[in-house]
């Protein structure tokens, strides 16, 4: 046994050490004690490593303390955590997704504070349903006749496929069986909702009469059009129009079901994006249903949305597989209030914090740029800073190939480089997630909260202010 590892004291006697028992009144006794033997075992563990061993003497109950305390104030924070996100992708799935209007999170908390009438009728006083909250916003904005939420969109693509095509072919183009993300294809989603999958024309071609030669000797029960999400094929390419695949499911005498992923309902020229399909289009070029995303475009929650004919949204409204997939009061209270400020386009754009992200103007994004620049100067900050010309992006799986005219702050570090200054970043409170290019750490402000600014350079400022290594807070 190593000399190191001999030197431990026992864990009672480090209990009894001011410092840990400083530790025990501010935490409690068993989750310091916990810490505690997670640090000793891991000091064990190091000590026994002949290229690497642990940088605290283990008498020392002062250094037994501040790596017990790390560990406590670490999971007093959590796990989620609120970060700067300084990527540049508004709609960053791995930061999700969309942030929340304060009508929504007020609504939220609402919600979450009390009782609420979930699922029971005031009026009546009786049982009510969940799904009645947010039906009558969705069918005003879309022109839908009925409207359901589920707890994502890939959750009401399966509940639509599995109520209307179970055991049956459902026809879908070749050119639209994308991967969504996450390794989820459509055509394992289409597996297992228990429909046969009838591929229709080419990867890049399918016209009117490849779904009519498809559906030929075939028991179809669905037309499907999908959203490609971030795949776009460019070229020698044609697709059948939606009106014309809406004419051929009336032919069949079976729904057409479009999903849209993306849950637009604004016009997208009110935020600079080229045209995009829209519930309300869809459904009226002639789908009998539609699929978005709540936490995309809409803004909002994680949800699914589906709206269009009555008698289709009825019918998956009592599948069994539908409570399954069902939401809860939270997600449904941010939804509403999400919804109700859709009613009016002005308002929604400087509310709902992705829709005013995708809007702002370059030049108001290059003044913050100087003054963020300015500050951190007269401040001291460390390595070389500048103002550059950036391109945003939507993100989540929206507008491929559409970038954003935007403005970065790019800083490259005098010592470290740019991978251990972008790991400060993350380490800090609050984590900051940027992007690094071409030995820089790139700060996308298009995806910065002006009111995180100020926060946002106190973080850089400490970041750059530690010397080279490794970043602080990791056990060694």
């Not at 401040?379 to 550059?388: C, P």
Request: aromatic share 2%; hydrophobic share 40%; with cysteine.
């Amino acid at each position: 046994m190593s000399d190191l590892r001999r030197r431990i004291p026992s864990v009672d006697g480090l209990l009894a050490a001011p410092p840990l028992e400083a530790l025990q009144r501010r935490f409690g006794r068993e989750r310091t004690l916990h810490h505690l033997r997670a640090a000793v075992a891991r000091f064990r563990e190091t000590a026994a490593d002949p290229e690497g061993g642990p940088d605290h003497d283990p008498s020392d109950p002062d250094a037994w303390a501040r790596l017990v305390e790390s560990r406590l104030v670490a999971e007093e924070r959590g796990s989620l955590r609120r970060v700067i996100n300084a990527t540049g992708v508004v709609l960053h799935t791995n930061l999700g997704r969309a942030p929340l209007a304060p009508a929504a999170r007020e609504a939220m908390d609402r919600a979450a504070r009390g009782y609420t009438n979930l699922e029971y009728d005031l009026e009546e006083g009786r049982r009510g349903s969940r799904y009645d909250h947010c039906s009558a916003l969705v069918r005003r904005l879309t022109g839908a006749e009925d409207a359901l939420v589920v707890n994502n969109n890939a959750a009401a693509l399966l509940l639509a496929v599995n109520t209307l095509a179970r055991e049956r072919p459902v026809l879908v183009s070749r050119g639209e069986l994308v991967e969504i993300g996450g390794g989820f294809r459509i055509p394992e989603i289409l597996e297992r909702s228990g429909a046969r999958m009838v591929e229709v024309g080419s990867t890049n071609r399918t016209r009117l009469e490849d779904y009519r030669a498809a559906a030929e000797g075939e028991d179809v029960a669905l037309v499907l059009k999908v959203h490609r999400s971030n795949f776009r094929i460019e070229g020698f390419t044609e697709e059948a129009s939606l009106e014309d695949l809406a004419g051929l499911a009336r032919d069949l005498g079976v729904p057409l079901l479009h999903d849209l992923g993306s849950g637009l309902f604004l016009d997208p020229a009110a935020l600079g994006l080229p045209p995009e399909p829209r519930a309300a289009e869809s459904l009226a070029a002639g789908a009998d249903l539609v699929a978005v995303s709540g936490d995309k475009l809409l803004g909002g929650p994680q949800a699914g949305i589906l709206a269009g004919r009555a008698g289709w949204v009825d019918r998956m409204r009592s599948n069994p597989l539908c409570r399954a997939l069902r939401v809860d009061k939270g997600t449904l209270a941010a939804l509403e209030a999400t919804l109700r400020l859709h009613l009016e386009p002005e308002r929604v754009r400087e509310e709902v914090p992705a829709l005013r992200m995708l809007s702002l103007d370059p030049g108001a994004l290059l003044e913050r740029a100087h003054v963020l620049q300015a500050g951190l100067e007269a401040a001291g900050v460390r390595g070389d800073l500048r103002v550059a010309e950036g391109r945003a992006v939507v993100g989540g799986g929206t507008y491929p190939g559409v970038h954003l005219p935007s403005w970065t702050l790019r800083v490259r570090p005098g010592e470290g480089g740019a991978g251990t200054l972008a790991a400060r970043l993350r380490e800090g409170e609050p984590p900051v997630v940027a992007r690094i290019e071409e030995g820089d750490v790139v700060l996308d402000l298009r995806t910065v909260d002006p009111q995180e600014d100020g926060t946002l350079a106190r973080r850089l400022l400490e970041a750059t202010a530690i010397d080279a290594g490794p970043p602080a807070g990791r056990e060694r």
